[in-house]
């Protein structure tokens, strides 16, 4: 049986388990992902899509660098003549000195006000995609700062709880590591 998505009032109900025999189609084009993640019947298969869908939208808004890193200084940092180096991913356990490899979507949201003088913040609002998560999905994406994709992923898909203490030992983890001073 077909159902036709026509915005994502609904978006709540559709992911309950009456709605897993279903298929969703839409004649709205801004919709074709979130009913593409809505067919999707495997969770964590849906989840995988949902994210790496938000990661290449969000790449795409952010076409160029924000920050505009030079010598390891953002803008923000040069503008103060601050010390520090590598912006706010300094306090990250994974930065390298080119690309961030954890492609975090909270990271790839989070920009300072000097870096969005010249552009328009995207808000999670606007992406339709990202109301196909869950509430406790959606909280998990927004505030999981410095985490790898995979273990993100892995926290969507084993829920609230259990996520809640992985999250937990990775702040304690990133807190105690920075404070030994690895990292500037």
């Known amino acids: 049986m077909l159902i036709e998505v026509k915005d994502t009032t609904y978006l709540w109900l559709y992911r309950s388990i009456f709605f897993k025999i279903f298929k969703f189609t839409t004649k709205n084009k801004k919709l074709n992902k979130v009913v593409k993640a809505l067919n999707i019947k495997s969770r964590k298969k849906r989840i995988i ?19 505009d890193f030079k010598d390891n200084k953002c803008v923000a940092q040069r503008q103060n003549k601050s010390k520090h180096i590598n912006g706010c991913c300094r306090m990250c356990l994974h930065r390298t000195g080119g690309k961030c490899p954890t492609n975090n979507i909270a990271c790839k949201m989070f920009y300072c006000d ?22 406790a999905n959606q909280f998990m994406v927004k505030s999981d700062y410095f985490t790898k994709e995979e273990e993100i992923i892995n926290d969507l898909y084993y829920g609230i709880l259990i996520s809640t203490v992985r999250v937990t030992y990775r702040f304690i983890k990133q807190i105690i590591y920075y404070k030994l001073g690895k990292k500037t």
């Not at 899509?49 to 920050?67: A, F, G, H, P, R």
Request: proline share 0%; hydrophobic share 40%.
């Open 49 to 67: 899509y949902i994210y790496q869908e938000l990661s290449k939208e969000i790449d795409k808004y952010y076409s160029m660098d924000l920050c």
């Open 114 to 135: 000097v870096a969005l003088t010249n552009a328009k913040k995207l808000e999670y609002n606007d992406l339709a995609l990202f109301k196909v998560f869950s509430i």
